[in-house]
Structure formats: C-alpha cells, structure tokens
Nanobody
Framework: VQLQASGGGLVQTGGSLRLSCAAS????????VGWFRQSPGKEREFVAA????????YDGNSVKGRFSISRDNAKNTVTLQMNSLKPEDTAVYYC????????????????????WGQGTLVTVSS
C-alpha cells in the first residue's frame, strides 16, 4: 500500500485547508484510515480516523467540531477538511492505514497502523 498525502500549505488563523490521502495498492474502503500530526518537538498525535464500516473518530478535544474526515471510494481517497484553523494546528500531517486493528480506541495509537504516507506540512499563521 502506498499513500500520498497532499493539500498542506500556509493559511491564516481562521482559514481552511483540505488534506487528501490518495492510496494505491489497496482499497481504502477495506481498511481503517487515520490522520495524525506532529509538531516540532512534540510527539505524533492522533487527529481523526474513518473506518471501513463508516465509523468516524476524532481527537477528543483539539479538533472535534473543526475538522471533518470523509472517504471517496470512487477516487480511493480520504479527505481531512480543516476549518477554523489555529496556530496550534501547525504540524506535518500524516495519513496512515490500519489493516488489522479493530475499529475502536486502539486506532488512536500510531502503532495500530501498518502503512504511512510521507506527510504534508500545514502552517497556520497568527
């Protein structure tokens, strides 16, 4: 499975960006797909995930209500729509695929994922 994340860039506080994760080698409709982010000097953190069954999870506090994850089966992509961006959202965003971990809280952990994209940088200016 190869994953390509795109859509990052520079945006002002309050702005929006749309990240896309395109996959080859596996249908994203058959796996769990997650988005993570990592800021300089910080550990990688879970952002959102969408399951093969259609379930959706978001990080509990930092992005819920502002970010939205969705999947386009025809294009084999997963999208992370990010609205009302804040400077603390600045990070490299990664998409990842989990083939074997059951849907649930375990998908908040990076260790549950088997394949990772290369990351796309999001910078939110104040």
């Amino acid at each position: 499975v190869q994953l390509q994340a795109s859509g990052g860039g520079l945006v002002q506080t309050g702005g929006s960006l749309r990240l896309s994760c395109a996959a080859s080698g596996r249908a994203l409709s058959n796996v769990e797909v997650g988005w993570f982010r990592q800021s300089p000097g910080k550990e990688r953190e879970f952002v959102a995930a969408i399951g093969r069954s259609g379930g959706i999870r978001y990080d509990g506090n930092s992005v819920k209500g502002r970010f939205s994850i969705s999947r386009d089966n025809a294009k084999n992509t997963v999208t992370l729509q990010m609205n009302s961006l804040k400077p603390e959202d600045t990070a490299v965003y990664y998409c990842a695929v989990s083939q074997y971990t059951a849907w649930g809280p375990a998908l908040n952990r990076g260790s549950s994922y088997d394949y990772w994209g290369q990351g796309t940088l999001v910078t939110v200016s104040s």
